[in-house]
């Protein structure tokens, strides 16, 4: 600040030189300016480097929910291949990935550009991005594993983890979030949009959920379901998971996770909805996307518990945590668009799609472990269809701006076009998915590279594919007792006794 004073005065004294004095004040001000715009920038990478960090550990999230709702013999097969979905995830979405779904310029289907990160960081296109989007990209892969559980070769496992995050679904979030893509809401100006409105999938239900429900469903459908889930005449045999304690960790942690799924694909933090120094600006937005988020997921586990309560007779807590996993995946959607109320229905809805979702399944015997055929695929599509109906004019507009007239909620007044965008785009999911993934599949079980043989799925496949058990139970003398065994069940502990026997 002395140096400056002193600077200014020179030009102030005697004579004086005004030109000089205003650029020395200028560039002062220029100087300050771009330190405010680092700052900026700063804010919101942070911003989104903690949201992929969120999204990231939903990995964990999944990796428990899969582990308690498998039998214990496979334990360590879930897990591995939740591991596997992030390592081989992120290698081919770092190779071709991101190219496919953000690279542009490009074309409106497919992108073509930054194969291998080549020419980040640019504007718009730095580090943090493309860490958020892998992150987002291998949740799809681990939705799909939770279908094929219990009963699929390892090798298959990775083929089409590689295979849905390097093209298939990179693909659809080209066709939703880049620029050039042909369906988004947020299309760059220079282009059309779909029925002028262009599809709001703003976190991804369609995008996400609903391409590895989708993938799911075939793959499912393919190898058919386990061995014993269905009984001779046909009638729907339950096969329980070995941990409700697991299922619930796994929830609780993919709730803390959407927190970063939703309010962070704003991906910036730091812009005015307003006037300068008011509340009006993405930061409030982010908190009302939040809001949705809870309300929405929180509805739907409540629907769900007294729904499957007057079905079952029982307060299932595994019913409760996929009926708030369902109202999630529906509220990603419209989630930054939508009134706090609106959301309220969403979650509700959800809850009975995915009931009857699990009741036609069962009539078809079809065998989903983790439900996420109906959760994602279903879930995701209504919430697709919810955006279209409740989207809120002034928060379209303020999410994606640029657009004068652009259409919103049917239910709010905007009209039937957004509606018709969301239909075309539920269409254009499931075709995408169907005819890329079914033929993977299906070439898969003619190889004989799917499903794993009877013998090793009565037995597990911890023990015949990985080397042993998930639990060890006894780690004295492995050899002389089978099966699972405490070293307490070896001796009895009577009334009286002095020692009890070690556990």
């Known amino acids: 600040m002395s140096t400056c004073s002193a600077d200014l005065a020179a030009y102030l004294t005697g004579a004086g030189n005004a030109t000089g004095a205003a650029n020395l004040i200028c560039g ?25 960090y969120l999204v990231f550990a939903m990995q964990l999230g999944f990796a428990m929910l899969c582990a308690g709702s498998v039998r214990a013999k496979n334990t360590m097969n879930i897990m591995l291949t939740n591991v596997l979905d992030a390592c081989a995830g992120a290698l081919f979405y ?79 979030s080209h066709w939703f979030w880049a620029a050039d893509g042909w369906a988004g809401a947020a299309r760059g100006l220079n282009h059309s949009v779909l029925f002028k409105s262009g599809v709001i999938d703003f976190a991804g239900s369609g995008v996400v959920h609903m391409v590895g429900g989708v993938a799911g469903l075939w793959g499912a459908l393919i190898e058919g379901p386990r061995i014993g889930r269905f009984d001779h005449v046909g009638r ?32 910036i933090i730091d812009k005015s909805y307003g006037p300068s120094g008011s509340i009006n600006g993405q930061w409030s937005a982010v908190g009302r996307t939040a809001v949705t988020t809870t309300l929405a997921g929180s509805v ?18 595994i019913d409760v945590c996929n009926g708030l996993l369902g109202g999630f995946a529906a509220i990603t959607s419209g989630c930054s668009v939508v009134d706090p109320w609106a959301a309220i229905i969403c979650g509700f809805v959800s809850a009975w799609v995915l009931i009857g979702g699990n009741a036609l399944a069962a009539k078809l015997k079809f065998d989903d472990p983790l439900e996420a055929t109906q959760l994602h695929g279903g879930c995701g599509a209504w919430g697709i269809i919810f955006t279209a109906l409740f989207a809120r004019e002034k928060y379209v507009n303020q999410v994606y701006p640029g657009r004068d007239g652009r259409p919103y909620g049917l239910f709010m007044g905007g009209g039937g076009r957004l509606l018709g965008a969301h239909i075309v785009a539920i269409l254009a999911i499931i075709g995408w998915v169907s005819i890329t993934m079914a033929p993977l599949f299906f070439l898969l079980h003619k190889l004989g590279l799917l499903r794993i ?9 911890d023990t015949t ?27 009895k502990v009577e009334p009286g006794e002095s020692t009890p ?3």
């Not at 405010?36 to 903690?50: E, K, P, R």
């Open 236 to 267: 729907s045999v339950a096969l329980r998971g070995h941990s409700a304690s697991l299922v619930v960790l796994g929830t609780f942690l993919l709730w803390f996770g959407w927190y970063g799924f939703n309010p962070g694909s704003f991906n």
């Open 300 to 317: 739907a586990g409540l629907t769900t518990l007294f729904g499957k309560r007057l079905q079952t007779g029982h307060w299932n807590v």
């Open 94 to 172: 770092y190779l071709f990935g991101f190219a496919f779904a953000f690279g542009t310029p490009s074309n409106a289907f497919i992108g073509k550009q930054f194969f291998g990160l080549k020419k980040l960081p640019e504007t718009g296109f730095d580090y943090p991005f493309f860490l958020y989007q892998w992150a987002f990209a291998i949740a799809a892969a681990g939705i799909t594993s939770g279908s094929i559980a219990e009963r699929t070769q390892f090798v298959a496992y990775l083929i089409y983890s590689a295979f849905l995050t390097g093209f298939v679904y990179p693909v659809v």
């Open 465 to 491: 594919r990985h080397g042993g058990a998930a639990y060890v139970y006894n780690d004295e003398d492995p050899g002389k007792h089978e099966g699972f065994m405490l070293r307490s069940a070896q001796g």
């Open 28 to 52: 002062n001000f220029d100087s300050v300016s771009n330190q405010f715009i680092d700052t900026g920038y700063a804010i919101d990478s942070t911003y989104l480097l903690f949201s992929a």
């Open 453 to 461: 043989s009877a013998e090793d799925e009565l037995a597990g496949m």
């Open 501 to 503: 026997t070690q556990v």
